[in-house]
């Protein structure tokens, strides 16, 4: 999976019969995991109806096509879900995120990090700035 921003959307006027009534997104991951490509971008099907400027989760690989509900649809990558919040442990956002990862220059604007002592609601601090902007 890869958590990133809606930053565009992709307007075809012909597509693959399977995937005429879907909308194509244009995703920049945050933290991406080992990717096949050396892109800054990811193209995917969005059926939940996120807009730009919105963070997203986006399924790669096969379980983004059983997102859209066939296996068979030649599509590699799907938005799952609208990202209202993530919470990371204050102190472990800095830790080291492996070998293959490729890490983005902007931080998400849904992120909060929390003190072990503070409890879910204290501490909050945002990253990135107002909603929409890197």
Not at 43 to 67: N, S, Y
Not at 84 to 96: K, L, P, Q, T
Not at 108 to 130: H, I
Request: charged content about 25%; glycine content about 12%; proline content about 7%.
């Amino acid at each position: 999976m890869i958590l990133g921003r809606l930053v565009g959307t992709v307007w075809a006027t012909k597509k693959n019969p399977r995937i005429e009534n879907l909308k194509l997104a244009i995703v920049r991951p945050y933290f991406w995991y080992n990717p096949s490509h050396d892109v800054e971008h990811v193209v995917a099907v969005d059926q939940v109806g996120a807009e730009v400027g919105q963070d997203v989760l986006v399924c790669v690989g096969q379980p983004g096509r059983w997102v859209a509900g066939d296996y068979r649809c030649p599509i590699e990558a799907s938005v799952m879900a609208i990202v209202d919040r993530v919470e990371i442990e204050r102190g472990c956002e800095h830790a080291a995120p492996g070998p293959f990862a490729l890490r983005a220059q902007f931080k998400p604007t849904t992120l909060v990090r929390v003190g072990a002592d503070e409890g879910m609601t204290g501490g909050e601090e945002r990253g990135g700035g107002e909603r929409g902007t890197p």
